[in-house]
């Protein structure tokens, strides 16, 4: 479900983002952005290249309902690999897991 956010056909998917992004979501994003649900599922469509699977992907079950995921992200872009720490809050629902919380924090080359 991580890696489906890094994928440009399910990321700028509204139907799929309302789906997995729980009501309350907010992101810290890599640029300082706060974000917040409706800023995420309206967001218009910028095409962009990740590295898959993602690099040092990580899960921890905080609770049997509550993960914790980390990796780190690498988006090619034309002047070479930006890259940043991420985390991701999931929660399973009756309805399957949602996104609550996702953090990106600028990586230095």
């Known amino acids: ?3 489906a956010l890094w994928d440009p056909t399910t990321r700028y ?3 799929h983002m ?3 992004l729980a009501e309350g979501f907010v992101e810290f994003g890599r640029s300082g952005r706060i ?3 409706h ?3 309206s967001s218009p469509l910028e095409p962009f290249r990740a590295t898959l699977p993602l690099p040092d992907y990580t ?3 905080i609770t049997n309902d509550v993960a914790l995921a980390t990796y780190r992200s690498e988006v090619h872009a034309e002047d070479g690999i930006v890259s940043a720490n991420r985390s ?3 929660r399973r629902t009756a309805d ?3 996104l609550e919380f996702h953090q990106g924090t600028p990586v230095q080359p």
Request: glycine share 4%.
């Open 96 to 98: 399957g897991w949602q």
């Open 13 to 15: 998917d509204p139907d």
């Open 1 to 3: 479900m991580e890696e």
């Open 18 to 20: 309302d789906k997995v």
């Open 39 to 41: 800023d995420v599922v």
């Open 59 to 61: 899960v921890r079950f």
């Open 35 to 37: 974000w917040d649900r």
């Open 88 to 90: 991701s809050l999931w």
